[in-house]
């Protein structure tokens, strides 16, 4: 458990297609009914309605769900139809138009510099505002760590966010810089572990009921 979260910047999160490809099954993961397709029906129902088939992940047909960079890989290579993963890991391939992004699964659209608007499921789909949770960076501390060692982390991550350096990195990864720590970034992780721990267990996903774990339903 950590003591205390430091949040440098908010990481959107986008749905892309490998340009000149994969258009079907990343409807299917925006619409509300599966699509059938004679050759692929069973991997994009699945990717559309699985709810543990989340941020960060694609489906490659005959192999379980895989995330991170390796989802990105997979779909640039063929292996996949779509992804949906942080736009940082996706941001060089967007901008040397070797993936196509379609929508923002957030409630807001995203101007990306140089390519345009990208939609957001949330102008389709409302009820994205009740679900508050977002890819973020940051790091987090242990639940021991004196005070007095807070304080010094507090001041350093204050002084670092001021950084030019660190912003202009951020922004060219099309990161929202956050900056949030103490009990500001604890109250956004706390909205976010309440969102998705109950929606995960109202889904099915997730077996143990949150509030035996202490944590409250939104």
Request: charged letters at 25%; proline letters at 6%.
């Amino acid at each position: 458990m950590a003591e205390a979260v430091f949040e440098t910047g908010h990481n959107h999160t986008v749905v892309v297609v490998p340009v000149g490809g994969g258009l079907r099954a990343a409807l299917a993961l925006l619409d509300e009914e599966p699509v059938q397709h004679q050759d692929d029906a069973g991997d994009v129902e699945h990717a559309a309605h699985d709810p543990e088939s989340g941020t960060g992940q694609c489906l490659v047909a005959g192999e379980d769900v895989i995330d991170g960079d390796r989802a990105v890989r997979a779909v640039l290579s063929g292996d996949g139809d779509a992804v949906i993963s942080s736009l940082a890991e996706q941001t060089e391939y967007i901008r040397s138009g070797k993936l196509r992004p379609l929508a923002m699964v957030e409630t807001e659209s995203f101007d990306f510099p140089g390519v345009g608007k990208i939609p957001a499921v949330g102008e389709k789909f409302p009820d994205v505002v009740k679900m508050p949770a977002r890819t973020w960076l940051g790091f987090g501390v242990p639940a021991d760590t004196p005070r007095e060692t807070l304080d010094k982390i507090d001041a350093a991550f204050a002084k670092a966010m001021k950084d030019s350096t660190l912003r202009e990195t951020l922004e060219k990864a099309n990161q929202t810089i956050i900056g949030a720590y103490g009990d500001d970034s604890m109250k956004i992780l706390s909205s976010m572990e309440r969102a998705v721990s109950w929606a995960l267990f109202d889904l099915g996903a997730a077996k143990i009921s949150p509030d035996t774990l202490g944590i409250q339903r939104p």
